[in-house]
Each structure stands twice: as C-alpha cells, then as structure tokens.
C-alpha cells in the first residue's frame, strides 16, 4: 500500500515538475503619459483598431512585422503588469472599470502570447511537457503578471472573472484567439459603455448561425461548445432575471435572440440539444 503511495507521488511530483509554471514577462516600460490616477487601455484600443478586421479577426502577421505596434503592445501590458484593482484600487473607482481591466488585459495578454509564438495554425501547439487537456500549455501552464501577481489565463477566467463578476457575458467578449471563440472587438469601453458593450456581445454571438441553429431534419438545436462549457453561468443568468429555464442552455440562447431565432426554437420544443465541435484554428486575418 505505501509503495503505491510513493509512486503516485513520485509521478504527480514528476508531472507538476514537468509541467511547472512558466512564467512570461513583459519587456518595457510603462508609456510617460499613461494616467497617474486611472487607467488607461487607448493604445491597445488603437492597436486592436488598426489589425482587427470586421469580422473580429486579427492580422497577426502585419502586428508580429511591426516591432513598433509589438512595443505599443508591450508598453500596455507593462502598465497591466504593475497596476491591477487588486494592487492599486485607487486607479479603479467603479465594478465596470475593474471588470474591464480583467477583460481587456486578458486579451491582450492572449494576443502577446500568440505574437511571442510566431507563427502559429492554433493556440493548442503552445503545448506543455506533459499535455493532458487541449490548451493546457497555453491556458494553464503560461504565467503573466497583473497587479504584480502571475496568473495563467485560465485562473484570471475563473478564479477572477467569473467568481467575482458572475456576469454571463463575459464569455462573449473574452477572446481565446480561436475560430470558434467570440471575434475580438476593436472597442474597449469602460462605465457605462461596457454594460452596452456586453449586452451587444451576447446578442451577437447568440444570433450567428455559427453558435446557435435549429436543424429541423434531425430535430435538432446545435449550440457552441462555449454554451456548453459554462452552462452554470448561463442558467444562473436565467433565474438571476427571473426567467424561465425549463429548456436549460436553449432557454438562455432564446432569451439573447432575435425575433425569428426565438421562433425557430420555439418551434423545436422537444429537439434534442447538441453541440459543434471546436474549432481551435487561429482567429487570423489571411487577406
């Protein structure tokens, strides 16, 4: 019995020694003009303007060729690195200005990443040593600083994000580089703004027919893995409204959705609830 102890020791110590956390940091310095008393994501805006396409997509190539806009890149995420909501409240005087530094610092941090791997068909050949889950290496293995404090992209989603905000939403503005994940979006407001932002996001995502569909022939409702994934948040959105949700996720992808969607799943009571498969290609803008 205890020589089977050992060796299970013995491996989950191997596997955590493999697979130990690598931590990613940011070479330059916070820009002279960033606010003394708040803060700012303008130049990653006006980065996510110049290389993000209509249909949410990035050209990663045109960024990686410019050393300026990778600096610019790397300035923001300087100022991400130091200051955070946790480390410099003073900076953050509402909920939405905190949820937006989470949000934007994700992402942003998800773009340096693919910008470090150069060139890359998916962020799934970030992998680990030892890679047990599709994505680990680069969801969970990779370290980046928020506030002072390293963090890998999964925790900042769920220990952070999710747990702190409890804001379905999010899932549709958190962008994971990937096809099948949300387009990332040129915009980053904050106040106000970022609850319309938010709203707008899951009206969006809900009405493409890539992430919900009604087939009629095989009486079935085709939803996103992502619905999937987090479908506690979603049905917790539900009764937070005070909405129905005797039909679980459809409920809540009918209550985001257009007049004729709704009347489409309407029409497909009884339909079983299947999800596509996801696509892990790169989000890159080819043009």
């Not at 937006?100 to 791997?117: C, E, F, P």
């Not at 220990?159 to 962008?175: C, G």
């Not at 992430?211 to 009764?239: E, P, Y």
């Amino acid at each position: 019995m205890y020589g089977l102890l050992i060796i299970v020791a013995l491996l989950v110590g191997g596997f955590a020694l493999l697979n130990r956390p690598q931590f990613i940091p940011v070479d330059a310095d916070i820009p002279v003009d960033f606010p003394t008393d708040t803060f700012s994501h303008r130049d990653f805006e006006s980065l996510l303007e110049k290389y993000v396409d209509q249909d949410g997509n990035v050209d990663y190539t045109r960024w990686h060729s410019s050393q300026e806009s990778v600096s610019t890149l790397n300035a923001y995420l300087a100022a991400v690195s130091r200051y955070s909501p946790d480390a410099t409240p003073e900076r953050f005087s509402s909920e939405s200005q905190e949820l937006a530094y989470w949000l934007y610092g994700y992402n942003a941090y998800v773009i340096k990443s693919v910008l470090d791997n150069w060139p890359l068909e998916s962020v799934t050949d970030v992998k680990a040593p030892l890679e047990v889950v599709k994505g680990m290496g680069f969801f969970h293995r990779l370290r980046f600083e928020f506030g002072g404090e390293p963090y890998s992209l999964l925790s900042v989603e769920n220990s952070i994000i999710r747990k702190r905000f409890q804001d379905a939403r999010i899932h549709f503005v958190l962008n994971c580089a990937s096809d099948s994940c949300p387009p990332m979006r040129p915009t980053l407001p904050t106040g106000d703004a970022l609850d319309e932002l938010l709203t707008a996001a899951a009206t969006d995502f809900v009405n493409d027919p890539r992430n919900v569909s009604v087939d009629h022939g095989n009486k079935q409702v085709v939803l996103s893995t992502i619905v999937k994934w987090f479908r506690k948040d979603f049905l917790n959105d539900l009764a937070k409204r005070g909405l129905p949700s005797e039909r679980g996720l459809v409920d809540y992808v009918s209550s985001e959705a257009s007049e004729t969607l709704r009347a489409e799943l309407d029409a497909a009571s009884g339909y079983e609830v299947v999800f596509r498969d996801y696509d892990w290609s790169l989000n890159g803008s080819f043009n």
